[in-house]
């Protein structure tokens, strides 16, 4: 079976500070791993992914994610967050023979001033 | 490009009554996909097509829910009759390959339901 692990249903944090949301996963096979964000009133839309290749993997804005086997973990990092990074964000897998991406539960990102 | 569009935004019935919901995906998306996501928990995959077959419907609820994506294009999800437990929000989102989950998905901006 496959499932992910979303510890922190809510993150509080200034604006310019620095921020990881937690990901774990479980699967004994093969993965495929993606972050998706949902801004207020928007549906879900792609951050990044990790199919192959480089274990580190970078968004457009600013957002990281390291795949890391051993831990069985994909956290998403930022340096520096905005007010307009305030969103939902939610990890998800697949595993290899499974037809079934598998979200977590979200973890709600907020930055105030 | 215009995005993938759902219709109605919200909905409110009483239990035991029907309601559909419709999307219209990406233009020349293959893959269709219905998602559930009850309030505070992540999407949960409800069918998935492939132009205009199943791919995927092990986790849709068959004694109530129903779906079909006529002519490989727009689809409609169907809940007659409702529970409860079927409030949430309804989540439908397409991709423009064939190759699975690997690929990008792009989602509509969701039918809010709330069975009373």
């Known amino acids: 079976a496959q499932s992910v692990t979303q510890l922190d249903s809510q993150v509080p944090v200034f604006e310019e500070a620095p921020v990881e949301l937690r990901c774990n996963y479980s699967s004994s096979v093969s993965v495929y791993l993606f972050w998706y964000v949902q801004y207020p009133n928007q549906g879900l839309q792609l951050l990044l992914k990790y199919l192959s290749g480089s274990t580190l993997v970078e968004s457009i804005n600013g957002f990281e994610a390291e795949f890391n086997k051993s831990q069985t973990s994909f956290h998403l990092r930022k340096p520096s967050v905005h007010i307009s990074d305030t969103a939902e964000y939610f990890c998800?897998?697949?595993?290899?023979?499974?037809?079934?991406?598998?979200f977590g539960k979200g973890t709600m990102l907020l930055v105030s001033p | 490009e215009a995005g993938v569009a759902q219709s109605p935004r919200y909905k409110i019935i009483e239990k035991r009554q029907s309601v559909a919901f419709w999307c219209n995906p990406i233009s020349g998306h293959a893959t269709l996909y219905w998602y559930q996501q009850i309030l505070g928990q992540g999407p949960k995959l409800l069918i998935q097509?492939?132009?205009?077959?199943?791919?995927?419907d092990s986790q849709l609820p068959k004694d109530r829910f129903s779906a079909e994506r006529l002519k490989g294009v727009d689809s409609t999800l169907k809940i007659q009759p409702a529970k409860l437990e079927d409030s949430a929000v309804y989540l439908c989102a397409s991709s423009p390959g064939t190759s699975g989950h690997t690929d990008t998905q792009y989602f509509g901006p969701g039918t809010r339901l709330t069975v009373l």
């Open positions: 998800a897998v697949i595993s290899t023979g499974y037809s079934t991406l598998t």
């Open positions: 097509f492939q132009n205009n077959g199943v791919v995927d």
